[in-house]
Nanobody, 124 residues
């Protein structure tokens, strides 16, 4: 069992930056694949980024590639999402998630544990 708590969301103008954090507690953080997803009002949850626990390789949705960076600090049991050049269409609730068996997956049902989400609002 692992518990995930996101923070760092807020209101920012277009072109601005935010850094989201996700602190994990419970089982060994380094053994999980981690990911970020988001859900905008009236839309389905969508993949943002994922990171394999073993190789550290990263993958990104096309919509955020070049603007967002996923990283993790296993010593602090923390996952990050650095978001730069934010756009109004990035407005959503952002969730971090952990997977035991599907490290690096972009599919939400592969993830076993979810945080409560943090709101990101980008004004134009």
């Amino acid at each position: 069992q692992v518990q995930l708590v996101e923070s760092g969301g807020g209101l920012v103008q277009a072109g601005g930056s935010l850094r989201l954090s996700c602190v994990a507690s419970g089982r060994t953080f380094s053994s999980y694949g981690m990911g970020w997803f988001r859900q905008a009002p009236g839309k389905e949850r969508e993949f943002v980024s994922a990171m394999r626990w073993s190789s550290g390789s990263r993958r990104y949705a096309d919509s955020v590639k070049g603007r967002f960076t996923i990283s993790r600090d296993n010593n602090k049991n923390t996952l990050y999402l650095q978001m730069n050049s934010l756009k109004p269409e990035d407005t959503a609730v952002y969730y971090c998630a952990a997977t035991v068996d599907h490290s690096g997956s972009s599919v939400d049902y592969d993830y076993d544990y979810w945080g409560q989400g943090t709101q990101v609002t980008v004004s134009s």
